[in-house]
Antibody
Framework: QVHLQESGPGLVMPSDTLSLTCDVS?????????WGWIRQPPGKGLEWIAY???????YYNPSLKSRITMSVDTSKNQVSLNLRSVSAVDTAIYYC????????????WGQGTLVTVSS | QSALTQPASVSGAPGQTITISCTRT?????????VSWYQQHPGKAPKVLIY???SRPSGVSNRFSGSKSGNTASLTISGLQPEDEADYYC??????????????FGGGTKVTVL
């Protein structure tokens, strides 16, 4: 059974870069899956951020594309997300999620990590 | 304005059947055949209930069912139970090809069991 565990700084200063990691256990990053990030501002709905295949194919939310970089580290079985120039609107719970190849839904999610942008 | 529109809230008494709609309002969603539904309890991660409009993952109760008519997908919960009180989100890929796709979520529907 796959387990996804997000980790992040908790608090980030405005205009800084937010860096998140997702440790994957019970499955290999290279096992023909896609790995994504989805966020949820407190009390609000879900927003898809990005997802990628281990070989490098990456897709970003057009509204965030200019500030995002997503990567995978196959040696650590880990997925990462960098979000630059953050502001208060980026305060959210950030979830890591898995999508199987040729399927169109996220079948496994991490518990999420809350990131607050504040000075 | 989301490309997928859901009612903000739906309620029902225990044992009743309720339906949550999810209407495609944007042509950005080229293919509307891959609608999925997620249940989210407070403080928890979302959990998939339905995928590909009407398919149910193993382990999900058959009280949950999905359908689609034209630009509106629907999630039906039959035999409503107290533990069904949660937020429900629909989502769809846009161009829905392996080599190029993005995702949109509906705004979410809060289900209250009276």
């Amino acid at each position: 059974q796959v387990h996804l565990q997000e980790s992040g700084p908790g608090l980030v200063m405005p205009s800084d870069t937010l860096s998140l990691t997702c440790d994957v256990s019970g499955d290999s990053i290279r096992s023909g899956k896609w790995w994504g990030w989805i966020r949820q501002p407190p009390g609000k709905g879900l927003e898809w951020i990005a997802y990628m295949y281990y070989s490098g194919s990456t897709y970003y939310n057009p509204s965030l594309k200019s500030r995002i970089t997503m990567s995978v580290d196959t040696s650590k079985n880990q997925v990462s997300l960098n979000l630059r120039s953050v502001s208060a609107v980026d305060t959210a719970i950030y979830y890591c999620a898995r999508k199987r190849d040729y399927e169109y839904y996220f079948d496994s999610w991490g518990q999420g990590t809350l990131v607050t942008v504040s000075s | 304005q989301s490309a997928l529109t859901q009612p903000a809230s739906v309620s029902g008494a225990p044992g009743q059947t309720i339906t949550i709609s999810c209407t495609r309002t944007s042509s950005d969603i080229v293919t509307y055949n891959y609608v999925s539904w997620y249940q989210q309890h407070p403080g928890k991660a979302p959990k998939v209930l339905i995928y590909d409009v009407s398919s149910r993952p193993s382990g999900v109760s058959n009280r949950f069912s999905g359908s689609k008519s034209g630009n509106t997908a629907s999630l039906t919960i039959s035999g409503l139970q107290p533990e069904d009180e949660a937020d429900y989100y629909c989502t769809s890929c846009t161009s829905c090809t392996r080599s190029s796709t993005t995702w949109v979520f509906g705004g979410g529907t809060k289900v209250t069991v009276l």
